[in-house]
Every structure is written in structure tokens, then in C-alpha cells.
């Protein structure tokens, strides 16, 4: 059954005394297929945002980078093994792009709280391994959420979006080559508090940005000067602040759902693409020996078959409480996302 998702802004500010922590709404209900490895971080929120590279030669060798916020970037294996780790405090958000057949993958470096950075690797998509090639200042405050998207002409290999506790996102292109990027920056947007989340949709040229009082903005990146629109609210219902990941299921040219981490009653909710008509939510409850997922920061979503085990797609969503003090990531096979949709 759908439910009509309209909030002004006005009522939005007005109403957030009375938000409730568990959305009323009916919320479905799925199981996690494996887990990561914990990071090596314990006794704290560590633990953040994964990102996936899928092999298309063969998927089931696909990867996952993923952050623990305080030691560095972990790079998992489907079967939720480590295959390498790569050192660096303060890594929050992560993303990845393959650029000329080479993977480049970026990071919200947050170890200087008054400069923002951003930090590249490139992957090694046979041992797993990452390489640093760059640490670069972008923006000023202190640097939090981070995705990217496709770059345009000119000799950009991508573009970069790093959001700032203030509100202000910074587009900045990525420039250079893989081995010794540069980043130029191009213009500034903002939302009214704080972001974390955010997603590109390298078909529509959209980027989704999660405010974490508020829900969800789209940027028109095709426009000069981009001005966002409100176009998910967090009201208590199809998300409860914070608004945390977010990521595409792309189906199509331009359809498929967006999944956004509804951590203030541990669900996620499914909009439709491209009109963010609000569609489902869901929990990742205990079941198969592996325990459901908890105060969700980062999520992906990656479409294609992913081998036996994830034929339908591969979702990947932190959890926050994983028992003696650890952290980690569950694998969910997309097919059971796409079950849920009305």
C-alpha cells in the first residue's frame, strides 16, 4: 500500500518537537545473507560507509571498501573476509569510480577539523589492495559526508562532493590522472544543517543530499547554479531523523529507487525514482545466524548479479551494534529490496 508523502517546509520546522521515534507506519522486514569481518576499532562508533566495485568478468570476486572512521579503509570480499586494510584516522565517507579501466576510490578525510581534505586510492581489483595517491584540501570547515559521480569534458575523471557539518557541498572536479589526481574546485551548494549522505545518479546528472534533521535534497547538477529541493521529508514517517546513507537501485534510464537510513528507529525507506514518490520501508531483522543491523550510517546499492549468493543486486548496510563492542557490515542480496516494492 503507498501512502501520500507531502510536508512543507513550514510544517517540517514546526513539527520537529513531536517527531516520533518509531515511524507508525508499516515497516517490512528482511534478513541479512552474511556479514563482514568487525573493524578493528571496538568500543566505538567506528564503522561508517561502504562502497562496491563489482567485477563484471566474474562477480562473485567483487569487493567492498568500507570505512572505520577512526583506523582507515577496510576492503572486504563477498564473503565478508578481509582482503587488505589501509591505515588512515579519520576517513568517514567513501566512494569509488572506475576510470579507464583503472578504480579510483575517494574518501572525506576529517583529520583537520578546520580543512576539509579529500583522500584517493586506487584499487587493485585482483589482491584487493589499495594504494594512497593523494590527499587533497577542498572546501573549508570540517569535512563529513562524500560521493561522486562522472566527470564531464575537459579531462575530468570525476567529479567530487564533500559536504561540510555547516551545510556547504563542495563540487570540485578531479583532474590529473589516477597515479596523480588533482582537484579543481567549480561551485558551492548548501542545505540549511547538517549532511551527511549523498548519491549521484550518473543518468539524470541528480545529486541526492541527506539533511540529517530534515531529509532529503535534490541538486539539479545540470543547472549553473543548482538550488535544492526538499524532496523527502524526515517527519517522523517514511524516515526518522537522522537521515543517514544514501544510495540508487538504478533500473533503466532513469528509474529504479532511491534507499535512505531512517537511524532514528534503525530502517530504511524506498523512493521512487525519478519522482521520490515514497514506496516501502524495511528492517534488517536477526535471522540465519546473523543478528539485523542498528543506528545505519552508510548504505550501497550496486545492480547486476553478484554470483549465487546476491543474483538480484547487492545492498550493503553498516550496523552500529554488533555485539562485544564491534562494528561491521551487512550483505543483503537485492532481490529481497526489490520484493518489498508495491
Known amino acids: ?44 562508533d567506528a564503522a561508517d560507509d561502504p562502497a562496491i566495485w563489482r567485477n563484471a568478468a566474474n562477480p562473485v570476486e567483487s569487493l567492498i571498501v568500507a570505512t572505520d572512521k577512526k583506523a582507515g579503509l577496510y ?15 579519520g576517513v568517514n565517507n567513501v566512494d569509488l569510480i ?24 586506487t584499487l587493485d581489483t585482483g589482491s584487493g589492495a589499495l594504494s594512497a595517491v593523494a590527499r587533497l584540501p577542498v572546501g573549508v570547515g570540517e569535512g563529513y559526508g562524500f560521493c561522486m559521480g562522472p566527470g564531464r569534458a575537459g579531462g575530468e575523471l ?14 570540485a572536479a578531479i583532474l590529473g590522472t589516477t597515479a596523480a589526481p588533482t582537484l579543481g574546485r ?51 514517517m517514511a524516515m526518522v531523523p537522522d537521515v543517514e546513507g544514501l544510495t540508487i537501485a538504478a533500473e533503466g534510464a ?20 525519478p519522482d521520490m ?25 550496486h545492480a547486476g548479479d553478484f554470483g549465487p549468493a546476491f543474483t538480484g543486486g547487492l545492498f550493503v548496510a553498516q550496523d552500529g551494534d554488533n555485539g562485544a563492542g564491534t562494528q561491521n557490515f551487512k550483505l543483503i542480496d537485492g532481490a529481497k529490496l526489490r520484493a518489498l516494492v508495491p
Open 158 to 171: 570525476a567529479r567530487a562532493y564533500l559536504n561540510t557539518k555547516d551545510g556547504l557541498i563542495v563540487e
Open 277 to 301: 514518490a515514497y514506496l516501502t520501508r524495511f528492517r534488517v531483522v536477526d535471522g540465519g545466524g546473523i543478528d539485523g543491523t542498528s543506528e545505519t550510517d552508510g548504505i550501497a546499492f
Open 98 to 121: 572506475e576510470v579507464g579501466g583503472a578504480v579510483l576510490v575517494g574518501a572525506s578525510d576529517r583529520a583537520d577539523p578546520l580543512q576539509p581534505h579529500v583522500a584517493l586510492y
Open 186 to 236: 567549480v561551485r558551492e551548494m548548501r542545505v540549511p544543517s547538517q549532511p551527511e549522505g549523498c548519491v549521484v545518479d550518473g543518468r539524470t546528472g541528480m545529486l541526492y543530499v541527506g539533511e540529517e534533521a530534515a531529509g532529503i535534497w535534490r541538486f539539479d547538477l545540470s543547472q549553473d547554479a543548482p538550488s535544492g529541493t526538499l524532496v523527502a521529508a524526515a517527519d517522523g
Open 1 to 44: 500500500m503507498r501512502y501520500p508523502f507531502i510536508l512543507t517546509a513550514a510544517a517540517l520546522i514546526s513539527g520537529c518537537a513531536s517527531v516520533p521515534a518509531v515511524s507508525p507506519w508499516p515497516t517490512q522486514q528482511i534478513t541479512a545473507d552474511t556479514e563482514t569481518d568487525a573493524v578493528g576499532t571496538t568500543g566505538e
Open 75 to 89: 576492503v572486504y570480499g563477498l564473503d565478508g573476509t578481509v582482503k587488505s586494510f589501509a591505515a588512515k584516522a
Open 254 to 273: 532513469d528509474a529504479g529507487f532511491l534507499i535512505a537510513s531512517s537511524q532514528g528507529d534503525n530502517a530504511y525507506a524506498l523512493f521512487r525514482l
